[in-house]
């Protein structure tokens, strides 16, 4: 039977919100009573330059470098018959993850993203600069060759958006051009089995990589997160029992090879609410797949 394997990902290069680099250090006790921790990647860096050229891209050389340590530790875990479980970190941490998965079984993963951002800019199209909005592009090979990492790379019909409720129009008309199936954070309720037979028929390959991102979960129910959506226009996101709903659907039908979770802050979970309800989603995982 294979084992859960965590693998810390304190990144924080991705994103500029302080706080989600020390998401593994808070979640450190949790983790240990449920899963054996592999290994916690340095993600220390000497004088990181923000801005390298005149592109708005930021910190591209310590997010590089730093996904390539992550790389090579999920390609590793992969090797000795494990599932990696990375905590990250902002959403870039699945740069490394996704592009080892894809590697080790050479191209035969599908992804699916549970978030309520597309993060699919590329280096031209990010208004930002911020990389954990890129990875996707990244893994799929649509950005220019400073982000090169991996041979393999996603092919757009192999992605799956779940929860997708804020993103750019160049991020849209991508998804749209590009055939790529998602799932609104409204669309969900109710249809959760629906959403979840819907991919699994349509799958390419035999292994999946999930990413989950702690931000497709509601302000109201999961609020300690870099980047959270709320607005007038959207209800920002999944209820909890809903987000749980889908996880347990996914890991129980679907070959998970690999997951990403990301983006908790835990400066911002001041009265450990979230703490409380990232347990309830690691026990969800190890009763899942083990
Ligand atoms: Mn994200």
Redesign the pocket.
């Known amino acids: 039977m294979k084992k859960v394997e965590v693998i810390g990902m304190p990144m924080k290069y991705g994103c500029p919100v302080e706080g989600a680099d020390k998401a593994y250090e808070y979640l450190k006790d949790s983790l240990k009573k449920y899963f054996f921790i592999k290994s916690v990647i340095d993600t220390k860096y000497d004088n990181p330059v923000m801005y390298e050229d005149d592109s708005n891209i930021k910190f591209i050389t310590p997010v590089m470098n730093i996904s390539k340590k992550l790389y090579k530790e999920v390609y590793n875990s992969l090797e000795t018959g494990n599932i990696p479980f990375i905590v990250g970190g902002d959403?870039s941490t699945c740069i490394g993850s996704i592009s080892a998965a894809l590697d080790y079984y050479k191209g035969d993963v599908t992804v699916i993203?549970v978030?309520?951002?597309a993060?699919i800019h590329n280096d031209k199209t990010t208004p930002s600069g911020n990389i954990?909005?890129m990875?996707l592009s990244i893994c799929i090979g649509r950005c220019d060759k400073r982000f090169d990492i991996g041979k393999y790379k996603l092919k757009p019909e192999n992605l799956n958006f779940i929860g997708l409720s804020n993103y750019e129009k160049e991020e849209i008309d991508y998804i749209n051009d590009s055939n790529i199936r998602h799932y609104k954070d409204c669309e969900i309720e109710g249809n959760e089995e629906k959403i979840v037979n819907e991919i699994l028929n349509n799958i390419h390959t035999k292994y999946v990589h999930m990413?989950f991102?702690l931000?497709s979960i509601c302000d109201d129910d999961f609020h300690a997160v870099n980047v959270s959506v709320d607005n007038l226009y959207h209800n920002g996101g999944m209820k909890f029992n809903t987000a749980k709903k889908i996880l347990e659907l996914l890991l129980n039908n679907f070959n998970v090879c690999s997951i990403d979770m990301?983006?908790y802050n835990p400066l911002l979970d001041t009265d450990f609410k979230c703490r409380e309800k990232v347990d309830e989603i690691l026990n969800i995982i190890k009763n899942s797949l083990e």
């Open positions: 959403h993203y978030d309520q951002h993060d954990h909005g990875p990413s991102d931000d990301v983006e």
